[in-house]
T-cell receptor, first 113, second 112 residues
C-alpha cells in the first residue's frame, strides 16, 4: 500500500518560532509537493520538488522554504511562524509524469499562537 | 498566474438529487484530474481527463473536459450520503508538467 506520511497530525507553535514540517513517501516518487488548505481557497501550492535538491516556488512561497536532501523526504520550513500561517498543510507525491495521480499525506493542522 | 476556480463553493442537496461542480482555468490545461476529500481526510484521486471533449463515467459520477481544455465538470446523479465531501479539480499546464494546480474546491453536503 502506497504511503505518504507527515510527521505530525496537529502542531501548536508560537509566533516567531522556526517550524519544520516533515513528509516521507515510500513510493520512490521524484515529485513532491507542499500545499496549504484554507476554507474557500482550496489547495494552494507552496513549493514543489522534482528531484533531490531541486525545488520550485509554487503560488504562495512567501514565508516558507523547503529542503529535499533525500528522495523520500521533503521538508517545509516556516522561518519565523506567524498567525496567518495557521492552516492545514498537505504533502503529496507523484511520479514525474503529468498523467499520474498525486498521493497525499494525512495533513498537519498547524496553529500559530 | 495560472488559476483554477471552481463553482459553487458549497452545495447542500437532499439525498437523491443531482449535483454538479464546475472547474474553470485561466489558461489551457494539458490534462485535468479530480479528487475527493472526505471530512477529516485527505484528497484521494478519482479520475483523469486528457483529451478535448472527453467524457468519462464512474457509476453515478460523470466527468467532462471542455473542448477548449479550459474547463471541466463533475456531475453526480442521485446523490447519496456517502458522496459527502469536498471535490477538487487539479490541472497541469503546458510547459509546467511537474506542477499540479488545484482548484478552490466544492464542498458537498447531502442530507436525508
Amino acid at each position: 500500500d502506497v504511503k505518504v506520511t507527515q510527521s505530525s497530525r496537529y502542531l501548536v507553535k508560537r509566533t516567531g518560532e522556526k517550524v519544520f514540517l516533515e513528509c516521507v513517501q515510500d513510493m520512490d516518487h521524484e515529485n513532491m509537493f507542499w500545499y496549504r488548505q484554507d476554507p474557500g481557497l482550496g489547495l494552494r501550492l507552496i513549493y514543489f520538488s522534482y528531484d533531490v535538491k531541486m525545488k520550485e516556488k509554487g503560488d504562495i512561497p512567501e514565508g516558507y522554504s523547503v529542503s529535499r536532501e533525500k528522495k523520500e523526504r521533503f521538508s517545509l520550513i516556516l522561518e519565523s511562524a506567524s498567525t496567518n500561517q495557521t492552516s492545514m498543510y498537505l504533502c503529496a507525491s507523484r511520479r514525474p509524469d503529468r498523467l499520474t495521480e498525486a498521493f497525499f499525506g494525512q495533513g498537519t493542522r498547524l496553529t500559530v499562537v | 498566474g495560472q488559476q483554477v476556480m471552481q463553482i459553487p463553493q458549497y452545495q447542500h442537496v437532499q439525498e437523491g438529487e443531482d449535483f454538479t461542480t464546475y472547474c474553470n482555468s485561466s489558461t489551457t490545461l494539458s490534462n485535468i484530474q479530480w479528487y475527493k476529500q472526505r471530512p477529516g481526510g485527505h484528497p484521494v484521486f478519482l479520475i483523469q481527463l486528457v483529451k478535448s471533449g472527453e467524457v468519462k463515467k464512474q457509476k453515478r459520477l460523470t466527468f467532462q473536459f471542455g473542448e477548449a481544455k479550459k474547463n471541466s465538470s463533475l456531475h453526480i446523479t442521485a446523490t447519496q450520503t456517502t458522496d459527502v465531501g469536498t471535490y477538487f479539480c487539479a490541472g497541469s499546464f503546458t510547459g509546467t508538467a511537474s506542477k499540479l494546480t488545484f482548484g478552490t474546491g466544492t464542498r458537498l453536503q447531502v442530507t436525508l
